[in-house]
Structure formats: C-alpha cells, structure tokens
C-alpha cells in the first residue's frame, strides 16, 4: 500500500505517494523530478544526495520518503532566488570548482548548511564539514577555495543574505 | 593547414591572443550549480520500465541452466534478456579495423555465456514496471553453477596449474606458439639497445620488486542509461558515457544493427576517468526495450559499479635499473605483469612504454605480461597502465639518488630527455617540456622548505603520450552574429569552456557569444571518445579550422556587399575590413544580411588531428608518517606539468589537481579487497576509501607552458599525466620520512607500521 506524504520542497507545499521503503531520495527525483539531487552510492557514502531536512543536512538516501511527513525540505533546486544565484553558486561558478559537476549539488547544500552555522570557518573546518561530500574530479582544492570565497562575499555583504530563500 | 592556423591563433602581429588564458565561467556552470543539468539517470520518458541486471555471486563456475520462468510470471514483468538474446558474433566480426575491443569479448562480459568469470558478472536483465518489481524478479531467477575453482591473484593466476578462465587462450607474443591454454593471454616485449652490453658498463646496479593493486575509476555518477526502440527498429539511447558514437558503434556490434539504426543521445557525465569508454547497460537497455515495446531506463548501484566494472589493473613489477658513478643511467630491465580481468586487455604494453620515457637511457628491455584473472575486466583509468610502471620506475631513480648521495632533481636534469630523445618504444621526442619541469620544481619554494621530525620529501615525474585521431565540430552563425560551436565529445571537466574560448578567439568575437552544444550522433559527424586527453587538442584543432572556414566566408560575403575581390578584404577582431575603403563589416553586419550573400553561414571541419605533443609532469610532495600507527598525512604538495598552452587555466589546474587526488588514494588507501571465494569484500565507498577532502592539503600547481607548434593555440593533452607522478612520489616521499622504503601498494597505516616495525628490529 503506497503512502501519501506531503511536505514542504524549497518553501512549496508538494504532495506524492510513496512505497514505506521509499527513499527521500527517490520521491526527489522519481515522484518530484527534482533530479537535481543526484544517486552516488544509496548508502550515505557519498553526499551526492544531500539535502537540508528541517534545517539538518542530511543524505536522502537514508531517508525514509514516509518520514518526511510535514518536513521542510530544501534542495539545490531551492537555493538561487529566481534567476539570483546564492553567493556559493556563483562561488562554485567563478572558482571553476566543478569539472563533472555530479557531486555540486549536494555540495553547495553541505557548504550553505556550514555557513548558515559558520560563516567564518577555516579551511579546515570547511574540509571536515565537506569530508562526506566525494568529488573524485577536483581534489577538492577549488571546492574548499570556493567555499572559503563564498563565505567571505556572505560576510562582506549583507544584502546577499538577504537572497537567501 | 596547420601552419596556417598557428599563424590565426597567436602569431599573427596586433593579435594577441585576448580569450585564450583567461578564466571565464563555463558554458554549461548555471546548469551545474542549480540542478538543472541531465546526467544519466536524469532522464525518463513516460511509461518507462526499470531494467535491473541478475549477477553471478560466483567468482568462477559454469552455467548449468538458467530458469527465468518463476520471474517472468510475476506481474509486472515486462520482458527478460540472456546471452541468448544476443547474436552470437563470428571470429571475423570480433575486431573493428584490427582494434581492441574484441567483441566476443565484449558481448561475453555484457551477459555471461555459459560460464561467470567474477562476482557480478551479468547473467540476465529484466525490465519491470517498477524497481521493485524489478527487483522482486530477480529473486525469482533461477541459475544452475558448476562452481569452478577460482584465482584472483596474479601470480597463481600465472602458473602452470592454475585454473583456466579461458580454455582455449593460448599466449600471443610467443614463438613458436605455446602448444598449451594459460591465463596469460600475450606477452610483450619492448627493445632498445642492448641491455646485457649496458649493465657491464653500470658502476651502480639497483633492482627491487613492486605490486600495485587494482583500484577503480570510482566516478560518483553510476553508469545509467535509457533506451527506446520504435516499431521500426529506429533506436534512442540516452547516457553519460565518454563517447556517444563508442556506444553507437558497440551497441551496433554487439546488437549486429546498422549505425544508422540507432542514435545515442550524450546527456552529461558525472566523472569517467576512462571507465566510460565501454559499454555495460546499453545493449540491455535496447534488448529489453526492443522485447518489451516500453522504453527502458537502468541504472547500476554503487556495489555493482565496483564488480562489475573498471577497474584498471593489480600488478607485479620487478625492475632492475644501472647507472655510473656521477649518475648517467646506462640501462633498464625488468618485467611487468598486469591484471587484465576477465578476459583479457590489461594496458601492460602501455607501461612499458611510459615507465622509463622521462629519461635517456640507451639500453631498455622490457617484458610484459597480460593475464587474465577472476576480476571485472578491466577498463581504461586516466593515463591506462603508465601510474604502476611509473612508480616502480621512479622509486629506483630514487634509491640511485639515495645511494649516490645526489638530489633527487638533480639526478634526473642529468638524465632528462629532451628534444631528439629517442624513446625505447621508437618516437623522437620533439617540443617536449620536461626538462623545464624539473627546472620549475627545484626553483619552486616547496622544494627547499624546512621539514620537520617524521617528515619526507619525494619528487616523481611522470610522461604520457596524448593523443588527436578523428574529430569533428560545426560551427553555426545566427542572424545577430553570435555562434553555435556543435562538437560530438561530452564534456567532462570544462571542455565546453575552451572549445568555445577557441571559437571566440579565432573569430574575433566575445566568449559570451559563443555557444558550445554537445551533438547526438545524428546531429554532428563522427569523433572519437573524449580519452587520451585529446578533446582540447584534437576537436579544439577541428573546432579553430572551423571557425576559420567561417572567416573565410565571411571574406567572400564582405566582399560581394562591397563588390570587391575577396582577397581585398581582411578579417581583423571580429570585423570584414577593407582597408582601401576604411570600410568595416562586424560579423553581426554581415550575418543579419547572410540571404544577400548566400544564404545562412555555418562551416564544419571534420579531420584526423595529429602532432599530439606529449606530457610531462615533475611533482613535489610531502608527508608526516606517525610512527605510532603507520598513518602517511600529506602535507603539502606540488604539481609542475607542461601543458603547452593552458586555454582555461583554471580547468587544467583542476585537472592536475583531481589527478593528483586520484593518484594519492591509488598510493595510499584504495585497493580491491577479496575473500577467499573470490568475492569483493569492500564494494562501496565505506570501505573502497577514496580521498576526501579532510585527507588532502591544497593542490599547488605550475603550469609550464612549452608550446606545441601542431596545435592553434600550442596545446598538449593535460588530463592524463598528473596521476603518474603521485604513486612514486609518495612512496619517495614515505622512505625519506621513515628511512623504510614500501615497495607495495597502498601504502596503508598497518603495512607502513608493519614496515617501521621490521626496520626497527633489524636494527636492534
Ligand atoms: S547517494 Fe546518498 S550518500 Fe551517496
Ligand atoms: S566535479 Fe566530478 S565528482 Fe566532483
């Protein structure tokens, strides 16, 4: 018997009927075509899958779908205001840290939990934050550049904030 | 014709280059960075099935019956496929112009036929409603083994009485023919000089042993595709793969359909590294659909990836190198036996010719080995045999410089090849930059910075060919004169940034006018995979030509609005000039008024692009080893490489650093783990250990920039090379912190603190 669930997905009231073993992961993208949240291992080793479920990062491949019940969910998709990229999307952008780009979304998602918690971390603390997110293109170099420059631009202006959905 | 296009690029006076080295977004960056880009799971078509692959938990057995009749009853079952559904391929269609792949090979590894060769090998698919379905199916598959006895290791796999994955492989390379099958499926030599004359000269002779083990691709985005077949028989697939018309030309072969019967549609690639250079689902994805009527997607999990796919190859190197006193290398010798998987195809050849190629050493012999072993074929991995070869190779260099007392650089200056190298497997060297690296890297800071306790330095070079081939790109001219570059290479690390970089540049116009769109296989003429680090040089070369050929047309379009001769007009940034007349089209001018001239603008250059120049890479790296727990940290590290000319500077750093990262986890964490019935003990990424970014310091690089005069702009290959030199130069980096030397890989904390340990009681 599939379940209904509705829940919050970026600030939108959605709706879906999901099996009880069904991921979070795959009512995104299945149910919801939201497949901007991409499949890496299903089994939370990777982060490809990263979404904030009620202000907590979390991968949705360890999700139950059935436990998202009223939940606010936000994913990539939610992260530009309009045509407005977030200061960390443009940071991804303007430090070319992404070759493949399957593993930014989930990235930019851990990276906007960490600044939203952070905003000054070190490069340390951004490699630690960041060490469930594989990237197997970059060596991470650019990720953590781009990561320390969106948070500098976050604190030097406090308008942008203000994008943030 | 190239020298033509060197003297558009950057030679020409008043027209330095103004696109071309700087770091502009990528054209494909929103997508990427809001979700919006389709890779390969991405894609689905209404009342589409999912497709899901039954897999041998056998390392070796024989397939007594397969009984898929409790599966295909189960509701919601669509269609089910085995070896049976595939045409058997005749010993004259295995090869395509005498390459590899050998597709009875190939079609063997898609779905088993009569016997499994490794855990996960595919035995049969099925396509349901849903995943579940799917998945309940394949639980309902009903498969008859005769469990054979197995060898996962290499060198059991080598001798006499080890059992036969192949009973009728018998070893090429050999004269006469051995009389009897082995697992070892060819033998390779490569000679240069005379080695026995050039050990008697040797003062110093150093020979060890080194095993590496496999380690996978480890691309985050699993292999998946979609595949839709029309009454008709007319074909659709979607995937990522490095090669949209690989797949059409395999799935063609394997299928025994005409090219033209099916059309692969690239969706973009998360990752590939050389392990998307094959195909695995796709030929399923058509034979299910085809059974079925429904479009069928499939999608490997990460388990499946490790098993079933890649990796690149385990090895066993002994090598033996001899020098002089002051340092010469005077000769080289060893063999070199490779993994190949399942059948067989290691790149062995591939080491031997790269292992010694930084250096001038007249007498080389090198043997190798192919050899088949109950693994996953293996696939190409970035630079395919060079990391092993090269980390054996440079670890002697290192022990000569430890033993002569002599810098490590300084050492190999000495040695360098340079122009006019001859090269023991047969090319002269020409514009090569590898001198220049090491120069870079001994007048880096990294090279003379203090170290401290429990802290080593290593440096390790590293050469790779590069390659051209056949390429094409079209390029479109739309009414308010910007462009549409069409190209058939997917885009794996920003490869859309420099084509269109290249197109802007040589037209004369902005970055952002240009557009780049990766074509389906019926939209764009043919070009081979993106590998080889061939897509800057090589479709970069077809893409420049073709946007020459539109100046060229330009010229004559100015020409007949002005009435001129078209050798009066000139084409100076972006502009029809006729200089008599102080006259001046811009390309907007001309392409707004393209009926009066003709008709819509577009040209297209289709070739065979050569004079790849090859790579070099000299890198520096340092690591703290706590003697404690063996644990390696690297600390800082440094990559110099000559990349000839760099056209987003930003993507080939990335490049070397991702290469970098790959070789560090290949030297210190990664490896294939088997238990005892030859099944994979660590298929995920829990347990398969690949870097993450708190294991890594920042990745510094040094771009030299020796260019190549074959190439436009002077580009070399990039992509490959920076994954050799990592291996040696931890491994250089770990004896020189420890004063213990590991000869085998990786270089995990328990083998380095059994290391220390030994080290320890023998001085006692
Ligand atoms: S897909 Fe969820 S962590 Fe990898
Ligand atoms: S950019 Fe490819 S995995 Fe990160």
Known sequence: MKKHIQMQLNGQSVEFLCETSGTLLHALRDSLQMTGTKEGCGSGDCGACSVMMNDTLVCSCLVLAVECSHADIRTVEGLAAGDALHPLQQAFLDNAALQCGICTPGLLVAAKALLDKNPDPTETEVRYWIAGNLCRCTGYDKIVRAILDAAQRLRGN???????? | MTKKSAAIGNEAPGMAPTIIGTRPVRPDGIDKVTGRARFGADVNLPGSLVGAVFRSPHAHARILNIDISKAQALPGVKAIITAEDLPVISEDMALINNQPPDFRDLSANVLARGKVLYEGHAIAAIAAIDEQTAHQALLLIDVEYAVLQHVVDLHQAMEPDAPL????????????????????????????????????????VISEEFTTQPVHQAYIEPHACMAQVAADGQTDIWCSSQGQFMVRAYCARLLDMPLSKIRVIPLEIGGGFGGKTTVYLEPLAVLLARKSGKPVRMQMNRSEVFKATGPTSGTFISLKIGARKDGTLVAAQGILCYQAGAFPGSPVRLGCMTAFAPYNIPNVKLIGYDVVVNRPKSAAYRAPGAPMASFAAECLIDMLAQKLEMDPVALRLLNAADDGTQTAYGVTFKHIGY???????????????????????????GFWFNIGGPSSAAININEDGTAVVTTGNPDIGGSRAAMAMMAAETLGIPYDRVQVLIGNTNAVSYSDLTGGSRVTFAVG?????????????????????????????????GNAVLVAEQKQLSLADIAG???????????????????????????????????????????????????????????????????????IGWALNEAYLYDENGRMLNPGFLDYRVPVASDLPMIDT???????????????????????????????????????????????????HKAIKKAARRRR
């Open chain 1, 158 to 165: 406090a308008s942008v904030n203000e994008l943030q959905p």
């Open chain 2, 165 to 204: 994955l192949h009973e009728h492989l018998i070893t090429k390379g050999i004269t006469p023919a051995p009389k009897k099958p082995s697992n070892i499926a060819s033998r390779y030599e490569q000679v240069h000089g005379d080695v026995e004359a050039g050990f008697a000269g040797a003062d110093i």
């Open chain 2, 435 to 461: 001198r220049q690296t090491l120069e870079a890297a001994r007048q880096h800071p990294h090279y003379s910075a203090p170290l401290g306790p429990n802290q080593g330095r290593g440096v390790a070079s």
């Open chain 2, 541 to 573: 070369m077809a893409v420049t030509q073709a946007a020459q050929a539109v100046i060229e047309d330009m010229k004559r379009r100015a020409a007949l609005l002005w009435s001129v001769e078209p050798a009066e007009v000139e084409w100076l940034t």
């Open chain 2, 593 to 663: 008024q393209a009926a009066r001239t003709g008709g819509p603008i577009a040209a297209q250059a289709n070739i065979n692009a050569q004079g790849a120049g090859p790579g070099f890479a000299t890198h520096i790296c340092d690591v703290e080893v706590d003697p404690e727990t063996g644990h390696v940290k690297v600390l800082r590290y440094t990559a110099v490489q000559d990349v000839g000319k760099a056209i987003h500077p930003s993507y080939v750093e990335g490049q070397m650093q991702g290469g970098v990262a790959q070789g």
């Open chain 2, 702 to 752: 040094v771009l030299v920039e020796v260019p190549n005069p074959r190439h436009p702009f002077g580009v070399k290959g990039v992509g490959e090379v920076p994954i050799i030199p990592p291996l040696g130069a931890v491994a250089n980096a770990v004896a020189r912190a420890t004063g213990v030397r590991l000869f085998d890989l990786p270089m995990s904390p328990p083998s380095v």
